[in-house]
């Protein structure tokens, strides 16, 4: 039996956190060798397949309370690490009853990271991250409207551009995201694109995603890098709220660290974390 033959039938669950959305699946009843980045490409196709940013494999982890958690960009190349989707992981492994709400442990390619489901209004979840590396100044020339830009890796790697109006043309991350997505100074990995604005004393962030190659509504890993910058560079104090372009807000919080060649220590991401439907694949 080939892999597509394998996957149709699968049951999966579309979901999203503050707009960056996926399809997550539990690996119990399809395995994350099951997923190859052909199949990725074409679930998460706009207009022919499901649509998503992702795809996001759940199982049992390594022990009571642990769930092992694989994430896929849109593209189909793994990586190493998604906020939103944990996010929404944690609140898909307590609806499947894999782990206990108020405390669990996703084993990811980064490492083990905390999360839990927050109680109370709306559908939430937060999550933890090991100490974050950064910020450093790369070797990139600053573009008309920017500040400053600075390269933070949160698992991933971030560059965060903050930009004195984040509705000028020269934030558009489609079009200066995407040339600095790929920046020489970056070396082959490249680095996913955060331009950060304050507006009347509110912050907020647009992304330029790897893997997804366009902008997306929400970056999880992105807003951690950002409030690492910015509390850094003594601009804000945690914990901090962005808004993002779906209009939702992401809270950051942490502490500095002592390790100098850390920014921030236990940082943590709240955000939203919403079950859209539930599906089976033809």
């Not at 996001?56 to 994430?71: K, L, M």
């Not at 084993?107 to 839990?116: C, L, M, Q, S």
């Not at 950002?226 to 962005?242: D, E, K």
Request: aromatic residues 4%; hydrophobic residues 40%; contains cysteine.
């Amino acid at each position: 039996m080939d892999s597509e033959e394998i996957v149709k039938g699968t049951v999966v669950y579309k979901m999203s956190a503050s707009g960056n959305d996926f399809v997550m699946v539990d690996g119990r009843t399809s395995p994350i060798e099951d997923w190859t980045a052909e199949r990725i490409q074409e679930v998460c196709a706009r207009r022919t397949g499901i649509g998503a940013d992702g795809v996001a494999v759940i199982e049992p982890g390594s022990g009571p309370g642990a769930i092992r958690f694989v994430y896929f960009n849109k593209d189909g190349h793994r990586a190493a690490m998604c906020g939103n989707a944990s996010l929404c992981a944690a609140k898909l492994a307590s609806r499947l009853e894999l782990a206990p709400a108020d405390g669990m442990t996703l084993e990811t390619d980064i490492g083990n990271v905390p999360a839990r489901v927050l109680s109370g209004n709306g559908e939430m979840a937060q999550i933890g991250f090991p100490d974050v590396a950064g910020p450093t100044v790369p070797n990139i020339e600053l573009g008309p409207g920017e500040e400053s830009i600075h390269f933070v890796k949160v698992g991933v790697p971030h560059l965060v551009v903050v930009v004195d109006a984040l509705d000028a043309p020269s934030a558009a991350p489609e079009e200066r995201g995407r040339a600095l997505r790929s920046h020489k100074a970056l070396g082959v990995e490249g680095a996913n694109v955060n331009f950060l604005g304050c507006n009347n004393g509110t912050w907020r962030i647009r992304t330029y995603e790897r893997g997804v190659e366009a902008e997306t509504l929400a970056c999880g890993t992105g807003a951690v890098a950002a409030a690492a910058t910015l509390a850094n560079t003594g601009h804000v104090q945690l914990p901090w709220s962005v808004r993002t372009t779906s209009g939702a807000l992401l809270e950051v919080s942490g502490s500095p660290s002592d390790d100098p060649l850390q920014c921030l220590a236990e940082p943590r991401l709240a955000g939203e974390a919403r079950l859209i439907f539930r599906a089976v694949l033809l």
